[in-house]
């Protein structure tokens, strides 16, 4: 798997070759704010290096998936989302994945329905 495909998206913003707004960035995870807001915090925290989506965390690649999460808890920290929040990972057709790489969505600052539509 390259780590960057040129047709992605994410892979893009992640470049800065297409500019968005950021939230948290480092070598291996960039933070920034979803263009179509769900929730008055609406963040989508994703690696830098392409992976096509939640089913493609294998052993090797998933310590950058621990790092989203561990990025995700500092942010809501430094947010103030001391009510909670949700972290989403919509994965493939049924998950309603719409761009094909993996992004954790960090929602935030209302209360949150369950289930899911
Ligand atoms: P998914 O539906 O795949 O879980 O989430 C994709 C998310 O990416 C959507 O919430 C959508 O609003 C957001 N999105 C798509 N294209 C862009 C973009 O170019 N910039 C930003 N900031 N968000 C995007
Ligand atoms: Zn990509």
Redesign the pocket.
């Known amino acids: 798997m390259n780590s960057k495909m040129s047709d992605c998206?994410?892979c893009k913003?992640a470049a800065g070759e297409?500019p968005?707004?950021k939230a948290y960035e480092d070598d291996r995870v960039l933070a920034?704010?979803?263009?179509?807001?769900?929730a008055p915090v609406?963040i989508?925290i994703i690696p830098k290096e392409h992976i096509a989506s939640a089913a493609e965390i294998t052993e090797d690649n998933s310590s950058v998936a621990a790092h989203i999460f561990e990025v995700a808890a500092r942010l809501a920290k430094e947010l103030g989302l001391d009510g909670g929040f949700r972290l989403?990972?919509?994965t493939g057709a049924d998950?309603?994945?719409?761009?094909?790489h993996l992004?954790v969505?960090l929602l935030g600052g209302r209360s949150m329905k369950w289930p899911p539509g």
């Open positions: 998206i994410f913003i297409i968005s707004k920034f704010y979803d263009l179509d807001p769900q609406h989508l989403v990972a919509n998950g309603g994945q719409t761009v094909q992004h969505h």
